[in-house]
């Protein structure tokens, strides 16, 4: 019993946070990073811009140095102390600072998407439009670690940089940005959702700590006003949690769903009902009170009693209860070896359409190189007609075709145009040359125009 008590004593110990608190200089920082002129408007405008870059080009470490370097966390942790202390005056701040660095976030990054060359979206990008149940727990517990760290009198700056990346307030905004560009709501929506849980979470982590680690309240002189605006946080307090909490009781509950659908999916392929099919396409959609799944098959068709007892299954061994399973069937009973030959089929067409696509390519290519050395050669028996007809001012040579009605085709003849300096014709000269540049092009024929 002795030793059970020396070692819950000693764990107090370690876990003691509050010896080590510096109540005023946690408060004076946290107030100074609440607002938002000067240097702090101009460096999150600039990191924005960094972080929109960063999803623009995939580059996972653009994107963790515009994290590093941007004052998002000021606002934020700012709600969560004000509440803590009950201070009207730095909650009004922190959220009239926390709406401008919202706007001027979304103009940065939408400016940037409306004259960004790349418009398509990267994985950086889609991966910050749906919010799980682990964003809660990163807000929360990232949060957590930056206030502690924020409270300490020697504050380990290594903890405030890792939460600033890991807390990841920056890519949301900068989605959020890009679907008000590209006019991708969905995208829009999406990522300010998450922006807006992450915040929450790290809040509420700031104000709890606040709260456990003994801040001291804000003194009002007079008793009547320190009432009232305790009521006042307090009923804003209720009115930001209960919304929170029922998104993240919706993100628990499609996490939950997303998990048990997998597993399903995965192991109900690996039972009799697929030894003759194979799932090739699978859609999950989550909603509160019908989620649904839906599997494209192919193979001998599934009968409805094979559905019915797949369904059976899916509610009570994976706990889906209000699920519901739909099954795309091909209609027609293909086996596995005729499934084989139409993919390999259609493999063989990708390779002959492939194959066309390069002949095609390379027959451009030796037109553009006849068509250069056409010109080459152009101005070169063009420069030496000039030295040999000083009087023939334009001279131009190319291969024309002409139509041929006896035989109904065009026939490829090279041509020759003439126009003298008198602006008359010269016969014989035409008649030498056009021999010399029969001699010269090795062809019987040729054509003058004038």
């Given at each position: 019993?002795?030793?059970?008590?020396?070692?819950?004593?000693?764990?107090?110990?370690?876990?003691?946070?509050?010896?080590?608190?510096?109540?005023?200089?946690?408060?004076?920082?946290?107030?100074k990073s609440v607002t938002f002129q000067g240097i702090n408007l101009w460096i999150l405008f600039f990191a924005i811009i960094v972080a929109?870059?960063?999803?623009?080009?995939?580059?996972?470490?653009?994107?963790?140095?515009a994290m590093l370097i941007s004052p998002l966390m000021g606002p934020i942790n700012g709600l969560g102390?004000?509440?803590?202390?009950?201070?009207?005056?730095?909650?009004?701040?922190?959220?009239?600072?926390?709406?401008?660095?919202?706007?001027?976030?979304?103009?940065?990054?939408?400016?940037?998407?409306?004259?960004?060359?790349?418009s398509d979206a990267q994985s950086e990008l889609l991966a910050r439009t749906n919010p799980t149940i682990y964003d809660v727990f990163i807000g929360f517990f990232g949060g957590s670690a930056g206030i502690v760290a924020l409270s300490r009198k020697n504050q380990p700056m290594t903890v405030?940089?890792?939460?600033?990346?890991?807390?990841?307030?920056?890519?949301?905004?900068?989605t959020a940005g890009y679907g008000l560009a590209t006019f991708q709501f969905r995208y829009f929506f999406g990522a300010l959702y998450l922006f807006f849980i992450n915040s929450f979470f790290i809040s509420l982590s700031t104000f709890l700590f606040v709260r456990f680690l003994g801040f001291p309240?804000?003194?009002?002189?007079?008793?009547?006003?320190?009432?009232?605006?305790?009521?006042?946080?307090?009923?804003?307090?209720?009115?930001?949690?209960?919304?929170?909490?029922?998104?993240?009781?919706?993100?628990?509950?499609?996490?939950?769903?997303?998990?048990?659908?997998?597993?399903?999916?995965?192991?109900?392929?690996?039972?009799?009902?697929?030894?003759?099919?194979?799932?090739?396409?699978?859609?999950?959609?989550?909603?509160?009170t019908e989620p649904v799944i839906t599997m494209s098959v192919v193979g001998v068709p599934l009968s409805s009693t094979d559905i019915t007892e797949m369904q059976q299954t899916m509610r009570t061994t994976y706990g889906l209860k209000n699920a519901k399973l739909l099954i795309k069937q091909t209609g027609e009973t293909i086996d596995i070896t005729k499934?084989?030959?139409?993919?390999?089929?259609?493999?063989?067409?990708?390779?002959?359409?492939?194959?066309?696509?390069?002949?095609?390519i390379q027959s451009l290519r030796n037109k553009v190189s006849h068509i250069?050395?056409?010109?080459?050669?152009?101005?070169?028996?063009?420069?030496?007609?000039?030295?040999?007809?000083?009087?023939?001012?334009?001279f131009a040579l190319d291969e024309m075709s002409f139509y041929n009605p006896q035989t109904d085709q065009y026939e490829k003849i090279p041509t020759v145009y003439f126009k003298w300096k008198d602006g008359a014709v010269h016969p014989q000269a035409e008649?030498?040359?056009?021999?010399?540049?029969?001699?010269?092009?090795?062809?019987?024929?040729?054509?003058?125009?004038h």
């Open positions: 019993m002795k030793k059970l008590r020396y070692w819950g004593k000693r764990l107090l110990q370690l876990m003691q946070l509050k010896e080590d608190t510096d109540y005023e200089a946690t408060i004076d920082n946290i107030t929109s870059v960063g999803l623009n080009v995939n580059s996972t470490a653009v994107i963790i140095g102390l004000a509440i803590g202390i009950f201070d009207e005056e730095l909650m009004r701040k922190s959220l009239t600072n926390f709406v401008i660095m919202v706007v001027i976030s979304l103009l940065a990054s939408s400016l940037y998407f409306l004259i960004s060359p790349l405030i940089s890792g939460v600033a990346i890991a807390t990841a307030l920056m890519p949301p905004l900068c309240q804000t003194k009002y002189v007079d008793e009547k006003r320190a009432t009232a605006v305790k009521r006042i946080i307090t009923i804003f307090t209720i009115i930001v949690i209960i919304p929170s909490l029922i998104a993240a009781i919706n993100m628990i509950r499609e996490t939950a769903f997303q998990t048990q659908a997998k597993k399903f999916v995965s192991e109900i392929q690996d039972t009799p009902y697929f030894e003759n099919r194979q799932v090739f396409n699978v859609d999950r959609q989550f909603s509160r499934q084989n030959e139409i993919i390999e089929n259609m493999l063989d067409k990708k390779d002959q359409v492939i194959q066309l696509q390069d002949s095609v250069e050395q056409s010109q080459v050669l152009s101005a070169q028996i063009a420069k030496e007609l000039h030295v040999q007809h000083p009087d023939l001012t334009t008649e030498a040359i056009v021999k010399w540049l029969k001699v010269r092009l090795e062809v019987d024929e040729m054509k003058v125009i």
